[in-house]
């Protein structure tokens, strides 16, 4: 199933053959001595209850060249927080526990809020925000990996092949996304990317002309993906968006900031399944109707401050291409899903289709409306600057915080 094809300025790392996890651990663990590892994991508490983050901790006791474990608990009342102390126990790893609702870190997130620094989203990327800042804080750690919890198909070649790109000391890598095949039930998932990012991407080179940045974009082959991995030097400069742009925010400040040379994307799975979103088509303030709208906003802020000029007559224009370009795909989609053997509702990727392209509008009028709204969170260089002792502050609040733990 694998290829060895090149596409765009951006190189990708092949699952070319099936080698044995033991082999790729034994190199992680000596790549650990000069690079330690942490690993970052922004839950709900909700997580703690499902089928997937229960696996994902079994999983994880085995991949003992991850040093240190942070996790970014939500949504927690203190009986439910002194749960999940249990609840990660198990972990062999030094696991850090961040009671993000908790009173010692409210107290450093108040602060924060005095200075200007705060989050002003509550989400995943508030919670990823607070744990890069932790990671900052363990001196020691040089490369650093996130995911979600709640990857029901999960292994522990997962972590592996995504912390083996940055944690390799002869690799030039500071930043690596994971890709998959979204595939489940015999269908084709990743609706999101498939029907909307990719196509919107190229009506975009279309109606604007060619661009570096959109060329950056189009070459990866999952940017929603949520995996991704990093170096401390970057955890420094990067600014983490707040809203449902998080992935593509992400890829933007990377284009911002990296060389191509220094950015790889690399496949870390053979199956992916986690929990999905619902299209939301009667609520379009939630479900994918919801993300499509604010990752399209993203990527208009980001043309925007390329210099390219956007009016509303733009955004028809992006969004007639688009329809003809998402229904193009649609047909693709139908074709590579039928040599397969597989289910394909094409009344139902169409449907998306529609919904999608009333969220280009949507989400040009919104820009226009606020076109110097900042989504992104101030990186951790500034904070730094404004509280030279941040990092004491929330290594001294998660402690207190876990006094007692098993760790």
């Given at each position: 199933m694998a290829d060895f094809f090149q596409n765009g300025d951006i190189t990708t790392l092949h699952k070319l053959r099936q080698r044995p996890i033991e082999a790729l651990e034994e190199e992680l663990t000596a790549f650990s001595r000069s690079r330690p590892m942490a690993l970052i994991l922004p839950s709900l508490y909700s997580e703690l209850e499902g089928d997937a983050l229960p696996r994902i901790v079994e999983q994880l006791k085995q991949a003992h060249y991850i040093g240190d474990i942070i996790i970014g608990l939500d949504r927690a009342t203190e009986a439910q927080f002194q749960h999940a102390r249990e609840f990660f126990s198990a972990l062999p790893q030094r696991t850090h526990l961040l009671w993000n609702d908790g009173p010692r870190l409210r107290a450093v997130d108040k602060q924060l809020s005095a200075e200007g620094l705060s989050p002003q989203h509550e989400?995943?990327?508030?919670?990823?925000?607070?744990?890069?800042?932790?990671?900052?804080?363990?001196?020691?750690?040089?490369?650093?990996?996130?995911?979600?919890c709640d990857i029901i198909t999960y292994d522990r070649s997962f972590p592996a092949r995504l912390f083996y790109p940055v944690a390799n000391p002869t690799f030039s890598f500071e930043f690596c996304k994971g890709y998959y095949a979204r595939i489940y039930d015999n269908k084709l998932g990743g609706r999101l990317t498939r029907l909307f990012v990719t196509p919107l991407l190229r009506a975009m080179k279309k109606v604007v002309g060619a661009m570096d940045y959109l060329d950056f974009m189009d070459s990866f082959r999952y940017p929603l993906s949520g995996e991704f991995s990093l170096r401390r030097d970057f955890i420094q400069t990067v600014r983490i968006p707040g809203d449902w742009g998080l992935e593509v925010g992400m890829l933007s400040e990377v284009y911002r900031n990296l060389s191509r040379h220094h950015i790889c994307q690399v496949d870390i799975a053979d199956t992916y399944d986690h929990k999905h979103q619902t299209l939301s088509a009667e609520d379009q303030e939630s479900g994918l109707v919801k993300m499509s709208v604010e990752i399209a906003k993203s990527l208009f802020r980001k043309l925007a401050t390329e210099g390219v000029e956007?009016?509303?007559?733009?955004?028809?224009?992006?969004?007639?291409?688009?329809?003809?370009?998402?229904?193009?795909?649609?047909?693709?989609?139908?074709?590579?899903?039928?040599?397969?053997?597989?289910e394909f509702d094409r009344h139902a990727e169409e449907g998306s289709v529609d919904l999608f392209a009333q969220s280009i509008m949507k989400a040009g009028e919104s820009f226009l409306a606020n076109p110097m709204a900042a989504p992104f969170i101030p990186n951790w260089n500034r904070v730094h600057s404004a509280i030279p002792d941040i990092s004491e502050q929330m290594r001294d609040a998660v402690a207190k915080d876990n006094v007692g733990a098993v760790k």
């Open positions: 989400g995943k990327g508030r919670n990823a925000w607070f744990c890069f800042g932790y990671a900052l804080a363990l001196e020691h750690v040089e490369s650093v990996a996130l995911h979600d956007l009016s509303p007559e733009c955004f028809r224009s992006i969004k007639a291409s688009y329809f003809r370009i998402a229904l193009e795909c649609t047909e693709q989609y139908y074709y590579d899903a039928k040599i397969n053997g597989m």
